[in-house]
């Protein structure tokens, strides 16, 4: 099955830097998301990005599936971006998403 | 996007009782939808793939007699903790494939299970 590994598994920044996530995924899929998770625990959808680039705000993702990884970059970092960061693939829509272990942000003033 | 509706949001019971979780897709129908779990500072784990109409598929470890899954319609999907004990506590959560919005998989908002 699909094997998906993040990394830093932690992160501290100072209020305003740039950071860039990493996910490597172990084989051919359709469909690689990022989420977010709050304190509440809740997913929060960033992107839908088996290929290319897209961009939402301060955030933006690329994927490049021909080498199996994906980078999620967080520009001028906020404290409200602190959280737990997941990076999840699958085969299609019809098959379960399998999570990295997550990169743990922390965004100090 | 689509909406993934899970309820309730937080449960407490009692060591030996039963605890039933919903997963409603809310706009859109779902065939089949998954179950997750998360211990703290952990990932989530896939415990099952439900099947609307037929039975679920657990996943190796995952006791289906405890974690009863019914998906009686293209809408709802349930989870039963049985007879559940303090290591049951947990954080649960669902998804579900909206076939209109491609490969997209959406989430419920989780439910936080203690058992005391």
């Known amino acids: 099955g699909i094997q998906v590994e993040q990394s830093p598994p932690d992160l501290i920044l100072q209020e305003g830097a740039n950071s860039t996530l990493r996910c490597n995924f172990s084989?051919?899929?359709?469909?690689l998301q990022w989420f977010h998770q709050n304190p509440w625990g809740q997913l929060i959808n960033l992107f839908y990005?088996?290929?290319g680039t897209k961009q939402n705000g301060r955030l933006s993702a690329t994927t490049v599936a021909t080498e199996r990884y994906s980078l999620l970059y967080i520009s001028s970092s906020q404290t409200t971006d602190s959280g737990v960061y997941f990076c999840?693939?699958?085969?299609?829509?019809?098959?379960?998403?399998?999570f990295g272990k997550g990169t743990r942000l922390s965004v100090i003033a | 996007g689509a909406v993934v509706s899970q309820h309730p949001s937080w449960v407490i019971c009692k060591s030996g009782t039963s605890v039933k979780i919903e997963c409603r897709s809310l706009?859109?129908?779902?065939?089949?939808m998954f179950w997750y779990r998360q211990f703290p500072k952990q990932s989530l784990m896939l415990m099952a793939t439900?099947?609307?109409?037929?039975?679920?598929?657990?996943e190796q470890g995952v006791e289906k007699d405890k974690f009863l899954i019914n998906h009686a319609s293209l809408t709802l999907s349930t989870l039963t903790v049985t007879s559940a004990h303090p290591e049951d506590s947990s954080f649960y959560i669902c998804?579900?494939?909206?076939?209109?919005?491609?490969?997209?998989?959406?989430f419920g908002e989780g439910s936080w299970l203690t058992v005391v």
């Open positions: 706009d859109f129908q779902a065939t089949t």
């Open positions: 439900s099947n609307e109409g037929s039975k679920a598929t657990y």
């Open positions: 998804s579900a494939g909206d076939k209109g919005s491609g490969n997209t998989i959406y």
């Open positions: 990005i088996p290929s």
């Open positions: 084989d051919s899929v359709n469909n």
């Open positions: 999840a693939a699958s085969y299609s829509g019809n098959t379960p998403l399998v």
